[in-house]
């Protein structure tokens, strides 16, 4: 996400959260009394969205000040101190909470994504995020996948063709998607990688004959048939003479990962490093 996009969001979040207002700050609070809060980490984890922090600070007053111990994907623990921002005690209070939002929701999507990737380390495979983000905070979300160790497929649905059992069954099948998806990249001039959803064996030797995907998505294959899946798509790769990237997907947890990745895949997407996080408990507290 670039700068301007970020602000954008900022403001949104500012407006939805100050509106005419922190009366209660401003209640009480002398607008030229200066102060110090220090981002105070609670758990055990991955921190994220130190960069973002800034912007949101700089955002609302830049002649605040940031001291900062942290960097993003730094593994931290319970007591540790991030940062000190220096600066009006009412900007510091109004900022807080949009602040800690952020941050403790990218640093959860962030110690997630490194316990999955953690556990396949050892096999050269590779856990992806999905689409199936909080609406609004995908590309931070994402961005905080890579902070914790994970890769990002794709954005959205503008940056690569992934055909869904949905597809396949509108379309008339596995060689019709596959064809018409090929024929409209290079009828409106589009590089982009095509990806298939399989069901079953017979649809993988099917995708295979076109000669077409980039990579094969294996939905809801049990560990067995993976294993099986993965030998016949090495076999086919030997005559094609191209590697066919290798894909699992659905219902992939923390406990059956690893036996999906010693199959041999390629990737695992795993919705869970999004849709389902629990945000990594902080706290910005006065200095005094």
């Given at each position: 996400m670039n700068r301007d996009e970020l602000r954008k969001l900022i403001a949104i979040w500012f407006e939805e959260d100050i509106r005419d207002g922190d009366h209660t700050s401003l209640s009480c609070i002398p607008p030229t009394q200066m102060g110090c809060q220090q981002l105070i980490i609670k758990e055990d984890g991955i921190i994220a969205g130190i960069e973002v922090a800034k912007e949101i600070i700089n955002y609302f007053d830049p002649e605040c000040r940031m001291e900062q111990y942290l960097h993003d994907g730094d593994e931290v623990h319970k007591g540790d101190v991030a940062f000190k921002v220096y600066g009006k005690e009412l900007s510091l209070l109004q900022i807080e909470r949009t602040m800690l939002n952020v941050m403790q929701r990218m640093s959860g999507v962030a110690t997630t994504a490194h316990r999955y990737q953690s556990l396949i380390n050892d096999t050269g495979c590779h856990v992806l995020d999905t689409r199936k983000t909080t609406p609004g905070l995908r590309y931070l979300e994402k961005e905080a996948v890579k902070i914790g160790g994970g890769m990002n497929h794709r954005i959205g649905l503008f940056d690569m063709i992934l055909l869904k059992?949905?597809?396949?069954?509108?379309?008339?099948?596995?060689?019709?998607?596959?064809?018409?998806?090929?024929?409209?990249?290079?009828?409106?001039?589009?590089?982009?990688?095509?990806?298939?959803?399989?069901?079953?064996?017979?649809?993988?030797?099917?995708?295979?004959?076109?000669?077409?995907?980039?990579?094969?998505?294996?939905?809801?294959?049990?560990?067995?048939?993976?294993?099986?899946?993965?030998?016949?798509?090495?076999?086919?790769?030997?005559?094609?003479?191209?590697?066919?990237?290798?894909?699992?997907?659905?219902?992939?947890?923390?406990?059956?990962?690893?036996?999906?990745?010693?199959?041999?895949v390629d990737f695992v997407s795993v919705g869970a490093l999004t849709h389902s996080v629990k945000s990594l408990d902080m706290s910005f507290k006065a200095v005094k």
């Open positions: 059992d949905n597809h396949v069954d509108f379309a008339g099948g596995i060689t019709a998607a596959l064809t018409r998806a090929r024929d409209y990249c290079k009828e409106k001039g589009k590089d982009l990688r095509i990806e298939i959803e399989v069901r079953n064996e017979d649809e993988i030797k099917e995708a295979l004959a076109t000669n077409i995907p980039d990579r094969i998505m294996l939905d809801n294959f049990t560990p067995e048939r993976t294993k099986h899946a993965v030998e016949l798509i090495r076999t086919w790769e030997k005559t094609a003479g191209r590697h066919m990237e290798i894909e699992s997907s659905g219902g992939i947890t923390i406990d059956t990962i690893h036996d999906y990745a010693v199959c041999g």
